[in-house]
């Protein structure tokens, strides 16, 4: 199922909504697990979240027109990199 995400105006996953509810100020008000109660999270929810952060993360510095400081977004890669390894 595909959800219209407004700021940026594209068809996105599901997913791609929770993760931006949790990443911008879901975890504060805890939204990530009563959508996940009412909506099984898919199978590869966590890999999915992974490389959300990491896309969030190389389309800001492209956004603001810095380059990418590879430390900075280390993590989310090595994230990522454990689920393709």
């Known amino acids: 199922m595909a959800s219209i995400a407004p700021c940026g ?3 996105a996953d599901s ?3 929770l993760y ?3 990443n911008a100020n879901g975890k504060h008000i805890k939204m990530f697990e ?8 898919s199978e590869n ?3 999915k979240m992974d490389f959300y952060e990491l896309f969030t993360e190389n389309e800001h510095y492209y956004n603001s027109g810095y380059p990418v400081i590879q430390k900075l977004i280390k993590k989310q890669a090595d994230d990522l990199n454990e689920y393709l390894a």
Do not use: I, S, V
Not at 34 to 41: E, F, I, R, T, V
């Open 9 to 11: 105006c594209m068809w």
């Open 15 to 17: 997913e791609y909504d």
């Open 20 to 22: 931006q509810l949790n």
């Open 34 to 41: 009563p959508y996940a109660n009412k909506k099984p999270l």
């Open 45 to 47: 929810c966590c890999q």
